[in-house]
Protein backbone atom coordinates (compact mmCIF):
# COMPACT_ATOMS: atom_id res chain seq x y z
CA UNK A 1 0.00 0.00 0.00
CA UNK A 2 1.22 3.45 -1.23
CA UNK A 3 1.24 6.33 1.21
CA UNK A 4 -1.37 8.98 0.09
CA UNK A 5 -0.44 11.90 -1.93
CA UNK A 6 -0.45 15.90 -0.55
CA UNK A 7 -3.33 17.52 -1.91
CA UNK A 8 -3.25 19.83 -4.14
CA UNK A 9 -3.07 23.51 -3.10
CA UNK A 10 -6.54 25.23 -4.07
CA UNK A 11 -7.11 28.25 -6.25
CA UNK A 12 -8.39 31.40 -4.62
CA UNK A 13 -11.79 32.18 -5.45
CA UNK A 14 -12.37 34.64 -8.62
CA UNK A 15 -14.18 37.61 -7.05
CA UNK A 16 -17.87 37.96 -7.93
CA UNK A 17 -18.08 40.61 -10.91
CA UNK A 18 -20.81 43.14 -9.76
CA UNK A 19 -23.97 43.30 -11.28
CA UNK A 20 -25.48 46.77 -12.69
CA UNK A 21 -28.73 47.87 -11.47
CA UNK A 22 -32.13 46.93 -13.41
CA UNK A 23 -33.48 50.45 -12.55
CA UNK A 24 -32.24 53.46 -14.44
CA UNK A 25 -29.14 55.11 -12.86
CA UNK A 26 -30.30 58.67 -12.36
CA UNK A 27 -32.13 57.38 -9.51
CA UNK A 28 -29.30 56.45 -7.34
CA UNK A 29 -29.70 54.05 -4.49
CA UNK A 30 -33.43 52.37 -3.81
CA UNK A 31 -34.15 52.38 0.10
CA UNK A 32 -36.11 49.21 -0.55
CA UNK A 33 -36.26 46.50 -2.89
CA UNK A 34 -38.08 43.29 -3.58
CA UNK A 35 -39.80 41.00 -6.01
CA UNK A 36 -42.23 38.52 -6.17
CA UNK A 37 -44.21 36.51 -9.20
CA UNK A 38 -41.43 37.41 -11.73
CA UNK A 39 -41.87 41.01 -10.78
CA UNK A 40 -39.09 43.30 -8.85
CA UNK A 41 -39.19 46.62 -7.60
CA UNK A 42 -37.11 49.19 -5.97
CA UNK A 43 -38.18 52.78 -4.32
CA UNK A 44 -36.44 55.79 -4.17
CA UNK A 45 -38.02 58.05 -1.38
CA UNK A 46 -35.51 60.74 -2.56
CA UNK A 47 -36.43 60.96 -5.81
CA UNK A 48 -40.63 60.11 -5.25
CA UNK A 49 -40.09 57.20 -8.05
CA UNK A 50 -40.87 53.66 -7.54
CA UNK A 51 -39.39 51.52 -10.50
CA UNK A 52 -40.79 48.05 -11.56
CA UNK A 53 -39.53 45.21 -13.23
CA UNK A 54 -41.47 42.56 -15.17
CA UNK A 55 -40.51 40.52 -17.93
CA UNK A 56 -36.99 42.90 -18.86
CA UNK A 57 -39.06 46.02 -19.22
CA UNK A 58 -38.77 48.95 -16.47
CA UNK A 59 -41.42 51.39 -15.80
CA UNK A 60 -41.48 53.86 -13.44
CA UNK A 61 -44.04 55.22 -11.58
CA UNK A 62 -43.94 58.94 -9.04
CA UNK A 63 -44.84 57.44 -5.82
CA UNK A 64 -46.23 60.86 -4.72
CA UNK A 65 -46.50 61.18 -0.78
CA UNK A 66 -46.11 57.48 -0.92
CA UNK A 67 -43.26 55.36 0.96
CA UNK A 68 -43.14 52.09 -0.05
CA UNK A 69 -41.34 49.77 2.34
CA UNK A 70 -42.36 45.83 0.89
CA UNK A 71 -45.04 44.22 -1.78
CA UNK A 72 -48.00 41.93 -1.21
CA UNK A 73 -49.46 39.28 -3.03
CA UNK A 74 -51.62 40.46 -6.28
CA UNK A 75 -54.63 42.34 -5.43
CA UNK A 76 -57.00 39.96 -6.81
CA UNK A 77 -56.15 40.25 -10.17
CA UNK A 78 -55.03 43.76 -10.57
CA UNK A 79 -51.32 43.40 -9.98
CA UNK A 80 -48.71 43.55 -6.71
CA UNK A 81 -50.03 45.81 -3.77
CA UNK A 82 -47.24 47.71 -2.49
CA UNK A 83 -47.54 48.37 1.66
CA UNK A 84 -46.92 52.19 2.42
CA UNK A 85 -47.18 52.27 6.25
CA UNK A 86 -50.58 50.59 7.04
CA UNK A 87 -51.62 51.99 3.81
CA UNK A 88 -51.77 49.67 0.67
CA UNK A 89 -50.92 50.85 -2.50
CA UNK A 90 -51.63 49.51 -6.06
CA UNK A 91 -50.00 50.62 -9.31
CA UNK A 92 -52.91 52.24 -10.71
CA UNK A 93 -53.09 54.38 -7.64
CA UNK A 94 -49.68 56.01 -8.93
CA UNK A 95 -49.03 57.82 -11.95
CA UNK A 96 -46.75 56.40 -14.42
CA UNK A 97 -43.70 58.34 -16.20
CA UNK A 98 -42.73 57.74 -19.41
Known amino acids: MQPMKPMEPMK????MA???????????????T?????????????ARRLAIE????????????HRITGV???GGGEGPVFHAGD???RLSDLRRLD
Do not use: I
Open 87 to 89: QPV
Open 54 to 65: KDGAVTVYDSGE
Open 72 to 74: AQD
Open 12 to 15: PMEP
Open 18 to 32: ETPPWWPGDLGQPSS
Open 34 to 46: GGQDGLRYAFFPD
